[in-house]
């Protein structure tokens, strides 16, 4: 049976209501996923141009990996919709925590996860990572570990709105041997 989740409805506005339904990804959602990821990469590029520069051949990829995931049923593949349109997508994968952590559990990790407007992390970012997140809590996860840029403020807010908070943040330079 496919998992289908239906988020609350949110008020975004007087007038508006968010209507995103949230459920498992399908293959005819990766072409969707895909050009939104590839917008996300091309805006962390602007942030730090080494460490985001995604490679000539990314999107293709891209297609394929994603593609690769939504068939695996490890994997938590999850879109939103709105209208029959793809309006974000999250990715999570369950891992045993490095052997010098003991968190008490699997950790749920979240890569891949984004909207495909700005204004979407306020009402649909926060209703998938919770689907995700209800989703690696049945499968065993205790713990959640979901990566964004530094810059990325709106899908911080959103995390943050979610309950999670900064654990690590990672530095890195292109200046190696000078």
Known sequence: MPLIIQPPIVTLTSTRQMSDRIR??????AAAMTGMAASRREQYARYQPVFWR?????VDRHYAYLVGLIADRQVITL?????????????ATLLPAPPVYDPGGLTCQIDDFTVGY???????????LRAGLAEAARRGAV??????????????????????EVASEWWVTAAIGQ
């Open 79 to 91: 879109v939103s919709e709105e209208d029959g349109q793809v309006t974000g997508f999250l990715i």
């Open 143 to 164: 713990q959640a570990v979901v990566v964004t840029a530094h810059l990325d403020d709106p899908k911080r807010q959103a995390l943050r709105s979610c309950g999670l």
């Open 118 to 128: 700005e204004e979407k992390w306020a009402t649909t970012g926060p209703a998938l």
């Open 24 to 29: 498992a990804a399908a293959e005819a959602d």
């Open 54 to 58: 995604p490679a000539a051949d990314s």
